[in-house]
C-alpha cells in the first residue's frame, strides 16, 4: 500500500486520540520520551518524573550524584555571536515558550520588572553576540566532496527528500507536501486496517496506532542563518553535547540541501552578525549570564557557575513555592502542565528509597533520554511511530517489508551482538543495511560509550557461551558450511560483496565478528522465536536437518559448518552458486583493450562516460559539465542497471580509492590571475561538448570548445597505476581579447608542493606537471579556497608546439 495508508492513518489516529496527527507540542516543555510514553501511563509516573529532571536540566541546579539525572543541559553558547540572529536571540530570551513552544528552557526573566528585564536582554544578548568563533573547516575526501562555499548551494527538493527519507521524522514533523514513494503495506497493518478503531482501543493496540507527536523545531528562519544551520546538521555534538540530536553521517553538500529546506521560508539571507556594542554593555551581560544562573546550564568559554540551589534529595516536590508550580519570583519559570508537575512530585519522593535500578530498567531510561524508542522497538516499547512509518522506504523500493525499511528491533540485542561491533555502530562504522534510506544516527561517544555492556548485561549475559562450547571442533567443519550456505543463505544474502542476481539483504560475510555464536545457533534452529514476523525461514523445522546427505543429518554439525566456513573469510571459496552466477553477471573486465560505457553516475551526472581501462585504473568523465569527474582503480563498473533497468540507481565505481575531481571546468577565460574559478554554467564563454572520438588503441579523446579555442582531452594509463592527461589546444584569442586562457590544475583546502611539479591536495590527489609550466604557474587562495592554476600559451592552426600539455595524476 503507497499514499493512501497515509489518508487512513490520518483518520484512524484522529479518532483514536482525538488530536491531530502531526500536531506540534503546546506552551508545556516537550520532552519525547515522557509526552509517548509517561502521558499514557506506559511507563511510571516517576520513571517519566525521572527523565522530565534530567531533560529539563533541573540537576543543573540541584546537584545529585544519580549518574542517570545528569542534566542535559542548553546547548554550548561559544560562538552564539555567528550562528544566531540577534534579534530571534532577544524575542527569546524574552519569552521563551512563545518564541519556541515545546522548549525545555526556564523563563528566566520573567519575575524582572519590564525596564529592568529589558536591559537584562540587551546585555545578555550583547554579552553572547561578542562570541564569536570561526566555523571548522570541513576536509573534502573522495566520498565528501566539499565546494567552494558549499552551505550557499544547498537545494530545496533535494533537502525536503533527504529529510523525509534518511530518518528525520522519526523525531521532527514531516511536511504535509511531501508524498513518500510505494510503501508495501506489512500484514500486520493490514490487519489494523481492517479493525475499526473502537475495536483497536477493546484489543489494546491503541498505543500502536496513537500518533507520535514532532520535536518541535521552532522559527528556523528567524533563529539560523544557512551557514550556521548547515555546520550544526555536519556536527550537532559540538553544539549540543548530550546527544538528543545526533548526527545523521551527512556530507557536506547533504547538510546544505537539508538546511537549504528547513529554510525554505527564509525571505532574504540575514547579515552576518557584527559585534558593535559597547564593553561595558558586553561585560554587564557576562555579568548577568552568571548571575542568573545562565552558566550552570550552558557552556560560555571558561565561565564556570557560582550558585547552586538545594541539591534535588532536600527538595520538597509539594512546596508551596518551588520551579514546577507556578511563577514564583527569583525562580525559573517552566509551564509544566499538571500531569508533568505530578510525575517530578513522584520522582523527587521516590529519590530518598535510594534503590539502585535494575539493568533492564537502567537502559530503558537511557533509552528514553536519547529517544532511540522514536526508530526503534525493545521489549514492545516503542518503534516507529504508525503515522511515519510511509516515509521510510528501501532503496528502489524493493519488497523487503517492515523488516527491510524499519529500523531493527534492539529486543535481546545483547544477547545477538557482540560488544565490539555493537560500538562500532554506535561509533557510526557499521552500516549493514545499504537498502534502506533510513541511517542509523551517530551520538556522542561520551552519551553511548557505556551502552553495550548496559545491552549485554540487561539481556542476560549469562545466556553468552564461548564460540569453543557452542561449536566445539568447528574448524574442520568449512567445506561443508559452503554447500549448505547454497539450500537458501545466499538466495537473500551477499557473501564477502558478492551475491546472486538481485540480491539486496545484509551481508553474512562478517557475521561471526558481529554475532554471539549462541545467538547465531539458535536462531537458526527458531528465527521466529528471537524475531517476530521475520521473513527469515527455518532450515530446521522440529529441530531436524532437510539434508540427509551432508554431515549425516547432523543439525549440530550443520549449523557448526556455516558458522565455520564463514569465519574462515578469504581463506575459503565463494559458493559455487555463487561462483557461476559471476561468470553471467554484467561486470564490465577491460582485458585487452579500454571499455567505454555511456551512463549515469552520482558523482560525474546524467552524462557520465565511464572509460576502463586493462591496467586497471579508470575515469569518469561529465559530459554536461565538460570536466573529468572520478578516478579509481580496480575493478570497473557493473553495466546491468545501465543497459536492463529501467529506473536503475546510478552506476558506482567497483573499484577501490575513488577520489573525486574538483567541480567546475578544468579551463577558463580569466581576465586577471585573481579572479575567482568560475563554475561551469556560470562561465561567460562556457565549454562546449562536442563529443569524442576513439583512437586505434581504443582510448576516447573528448572534443570541447571554449570561445576562440578549440580543445582535445585525453586521458591514458601511465606508470604505477597514474593516470597521463594530454590536453591539446587550437585557435588564437580575438584582437583585442581581455582574458587569458587558464588551466586548474589542481584545488583543495590546503595545497602541497611534494616536488617542483608536482602539487597535493588534503584528499592526496597528486598532479604533476612538466617543470617548464610549473615555472608559470601560480598558487592563489581565494577565500579558504586554494588553486593551482596555469597560464596556457594560445596557438593557431598551424602550428603545432606550444600547444599541448602533459598532466600526470596519482592518488
Known amino acids: 500500500m503507497s499514499r493512501p495508508l497515509i489518508p487512513f492513518l490520518t483518520g484512524l489516529v484522529l479518532l483514536i486520540a482525538g488530536t491531530p496527527v502531526f500536531s506540534e507540542p503546546g506552551a508545556a516543555p516537550f520532552v519525547a520520551g515522557f509526552d509517548r510514553f509517561a502521558r499514557h501511563a506506559e511507563i ?39 550562528r544566531l540572529q540577534q534579534k530571534w536571540l532577544e524575542d527569546y530570551l524574552a519569552a521563551p515558550h512563545s518564541v519556541k513552544p515545546g522548549s525545555t528552557m526556564p523563563d528566566m526573566l520573567q519575575h524582572l520588572p519590564a525596564e529592568e528585564k529589558h536591559q537584562t536582554i540587551k546585555a545578555l544578548s550583547a554579552f553572547l553576540m561578542s562570541k564569536q568563533t570561526e566555523f571548522p573547516t570541513i576536509k573534502a575526501t573522495g566520498a565528501n566532496p566539499v565546494p567552494y562555499e558549499f552551505w550557499k548551494k544547498g537545494n530545496v527538493e533535494r533537502g525536503q527528500e533527504l529529510y523525509h527519507k534518511i530518518g528525520c521524522v522519526a523525531c521532527h514533523a514531516p511536511d504535509e507536501t511531501y508524498e513518500p514513494g510505494e510503501t508495501k503495506i506489512s500484514p500486520t497493518d493490514q490487519m489494523l486496517a481492517q479493525l475499526d478503531p473502537e475495536d483497536i482501543i477493546e484489543m489494546g493496540l491503541a498505543a500502536k496506532m496513537r500518533p507520535v507527536k514532532s520535536v518541535p523545531h521552532g522559527d528556523l528562519s528567524a533563529k539560523f542563518m544557512r551557514k550556521a544551520l548547515t555546520f550544526f546538521l555536519l556536527n550537532p555534538e559540538q553544539t549540543r553535547p548530550a546527544g538528543r540530536m545526533p548526527q545523521m553521517k551527512l556530507k557536506a553538500v547533504e547538510a546544505a540541501d537539508i538546511a537549504a529546506y528547513l529554510l525554505r521560508n527564509q525571505k532574504t539571507e540575514p547579515a552576518e552578525n557584527t559585534t558593535n556594542s559597547a564593553s561595558a554593555l558586553i561585560a554587564e551581560g557576562q555579568k548577568r549570564f552568571v548571575q542568573l544562573q545562565c552558566v550552570n546550564c550552558h ?14 534529595t532536600q527538595l520538597n516536590g509539594k512546596a508551596a513555592s518551588s520551579c514546577i508550580g507556578p511563577s514564583q519570583p527569583g525562580m525559573p519559570a517552566y509551564p509544566l502542565d499538571q500531569q508533568q ?23 530503558a531510561f537511557q533509552l528514553l533520554q536519547l529517544n532511540c524508542y522514536a526508530c526503534h522497538e525493545r521489549d514492545k516499547q516503542g518503534g516507529v511511530g504508525f503515522n511515519r512509518k510511509p516515509y521510510f522506504e528501501t532503496v528502489n523500493h524493493v519488497d523487503l517489508g517492515d523488516e527491510g525499511r524499519i529500523p531493527p528491533t534492539l529486543t535481546g540485542i545483547g544477547f545477538k551482538l557482540q560488544k565490539k561491533w555493537l560500538a562500532k555502530v554506535l561509533n557510526g562504522k557499521g552500516d549493514l543495511r ?32 564461548q564460540e569453543k562450547q557452542v561449536f566445539p571442533d568447528h574448524g574442520k567443519l568449512a567445506s561443508a558450511g559452503r554447500v549448505m550456505l547454497e539450500t537458501g543463505c545466499i538466495q537473500c544474502h551477499p557473501i564477502r560483496g558478492e551475491s546472486m542476481p538481485g540480491v539486496v539483504g545484509t551481508d553474512l560475510g562478517d ?19 528471537l524475531k517476530p514476523r521475520t521473513r527469515m525461514p527455518t532450515f530446521f523445522p522440529d529441530g531436524k536437518s532437510q539434508i540427509k546427505t551432508l554431515l549425516d543429518g547432523n543439525v549440530d554439525q550443520q549449523i557448526a559448518s556455516l558458522w565455520s566456513y564463514l569465519k574462515a573469510g578469504e581463506k575459503q571459496p565463494l559458493p559455487e552458486k555463487i561462483l557461476a552466477a559471476k561468470s553471467k553477471n554484467y561486470e564490465l573486465v577491460p582485458k585487452t583493450r579500454p571499455l567505454i560505457l555511456r551512463t549515469f ?90 563529443g569524442y572520438r576513439v583512437d586505434k588503441a581504443g582510448i576516447p579523446t573528448f572534443l570541447y570548445r571554449l570561445g576562440e579555442y578549440e580543445i582535445e582531452d585525453r586521458f591514458a594509463p601511465g606508470e604505477k597505476q597514474s593516470l597521463k592527461r594530454t590536453i591539446k589546444i587550437k585557435g588564437t584569442p580575438s584582437s583585442g581579447a581581455q582574458s587569458k586562457l587558464w588551466f586548474r590544475g589542481l ?21 604533476s606537471v612538466s617543470n617548464a609550466l610549473a615555472k608559470m604557474s601560480q598558487l592563489r587562495t581565494i577565500k579558504n579556497e586554494t588553486d593551482w592554476i596555469i597560464p596556457l600559451p594560445a596557438a593557431d592552426n598551424n602550428t603545432t608546439d606550444n600547444n599541448t600539455i602533459e598532466v600526470t595524476y596519482q592518488w
Open 747 to 767: 584545488t583543495g583546502n590546503s595545497l602541497k608542493q611534494i616536488k617542483p611539479g608536482t602539487m597535493e591536495n588534503q584528499t592526496g590527489l597528486t598532479v
Open 299 to 312: 557552556t560560555v568559554q571558561n565561565l564556570k557557575p557560582k550558585q547552586f540551589a538545594k541539591p534535588l
Open 601 to 690: 553516475m552520482q558523482e560525474a551526472g546524467t552524462h557520465a562516460i565511464a572509460v576502463g581501462f586493462p591496467e586497471k585504473v579508470h575515469v569518469a568523465f561529465d559530459a554536461e559539465q565538460v570536466r573529468p569527474a572520478i578516478f579509481w582503480k580496480g575493478r570497473f563498473l557493473d553495466a546491468q542497471g545501465t543497459w536492463f533497468i529501467r529506473f536503475a540507481p546510478p552506476a558506482i565505481p567497483l573499484g577501490e580509492k575513488p577520489v573525486l575531481l574538483p567541480a567546475g571546468a578544468p579551463l577558463a577565460l580569466l581576465s586577471d590571475s585573481n579572479q575567482r574559478w568560475p563554475e561551469s554554467k556560470s562561465m561567460k564563454n562556457a565549454l562546449q561538448f562536442q
Open 434 to 465: 545499504f537498502h534502506m534510506h533510513a541511517r542509523m544516527p551517530v551520538f556522542p561517544k561520551s552519551v553511548v560509550g557505556s551502552l553495550p555492556s548496559e545491552f549485554e548485561t540487561a539481556d542476560n549475559s549469562q545466556k553468552l557461551q
Open 341 to 363: 508537575q505530578a510525575s517530578i512530585q513522584q520522582a523527587l519522593a521516590s529519590l530518598p528509597q535510594k534503590q539502585k535500578p535494575e539493568p533492564k530498567q537502567r537502559l
Open 44 to 82: 511510571e509516573p516517576q520513571v517519566g518524573g525521572k527523565l522530565l529532571l534530567s531533560d529539563l536540566s533541573c540537576t543543573a541546579c540541584h546537584q545529585t550524584d544519580q549518574s542517570d539525572l545528569t542534566p542535559k543541559g542548553g546547548p554550548r553558547l561559544t560562538g552564539a555571536g555567528n
Open 511 to 529: 557475521v561471526t565478528n558481529r554475532v554471539h555464536p549462541q545467538w547465531f545457533r539458535e536462531f537458526l534452529l527458531n528465527p521466529a522465536s
